[in-house]
């Protein structure tokens, strides 16, 4: 079974230009996450789908960050602009049964952002 | 309050030792706790999930829960340098939604 996917792996831009992340998760996993992981902290939810939905998106920054997954499938996340603490790990993850107390997410391999 | 509370850490262990890793969580409407392990570099992997009062056991690794101090635990029996990573505990909070996560507790296993 492949697991969930994301690119890029790495990305280093300066300060107040825009990025885009791209999640693919497991095949039939209806809830999609996207997490910021700032080093020495644990991951944080940004936002998360239930098929092509919005569950959740309470800390999302809007005012830079959007994020769409429209065909119940793979997801973008985007900041625009970017700021120097937006600089951590961009973590995708999945799970099929989101929101239930055995709910499994499964991590993708992340993409370390650096704003300069 | 942070909803999810960890020692940060290092805890160093001897090689065959038992660690033992702690963790609080603030929302006694919390179902469900999870230990996930998460190597230098790499993404968070799911060790174990507990959701009733108790102890559940797997492997060398044991997980400990007490609601009513809003305690969750995790041992590891025989512990061997490969278990050198950072553990992090995640409880879902909100109604059933959401997985929150301490900052995790770097464990450091000395031969």
């Known amino acids: 079974e492949a697991g969930v996917a994301q690119s890029p792996r790495y990305k280093i831009i300066e300060k107040r230009q825009s990025v885009a992340f791209w999640c693919n998760p497991i095949s039939g996993h209806a809830t999609l996450y996207w997490y910021q992981q700032i080093l020495g902290q644990g991951p944080k939810l940004l936002i998360q789908?239930?098929?092509?939905?919005?569950?959740?998106d309470s800390q999302l920054p809007k005012d830079r960050f959007s994020a769409e997954r429209l065909k119940g499938v793979d997801s973008t996340l985007k900041i625009q602009p970017a700021k120097l603490e937006d600089s951590a790990v961009y973590l995708c993850a999945s799970t099929t049964r989101g929101g239930h107390r055995t709910q499994r997410q499964y991590f993708g391999p992340g993409t370390r952002l650096t704003v300069t | 309050q942070k909803e999810v509370e960890q020692n940060s850490g290092p805890l160093s262990v001897p090689e065959g030792a038992i660690a033992s890793l702690n963790c609080t969580y603030s929302d006694r409407g919390s179902q469900s706790f999870f230990w996930y392990r998460q190597y230098s570099g790499k993404s968070p992997e799911l060790i174990m999930f507990i959701y009733s009062n108790g102890d559940k056991e797997d492997g060398r690794f044991t997980a400990q829960l007490n609601k009513a101090s809003q305690y969750v635990s995790l041992l590891i029996r025989d512990s061997q340098p490969s278990d050198s990573a950072t553990y992090l505990c995640?409880?879902?909070?909100?109604?059933?939604?959401?997985?929150?996560f301490g900052t995790g507790t770097q464990l450091k296993v000395e031969l």
């Open positions: 995640a409880v879902i909070t909100g109604g059933g939604n959401k997985l929150t």
């Open positions: 789908f239930q098929n092509n939905g919005v569950v959740d």
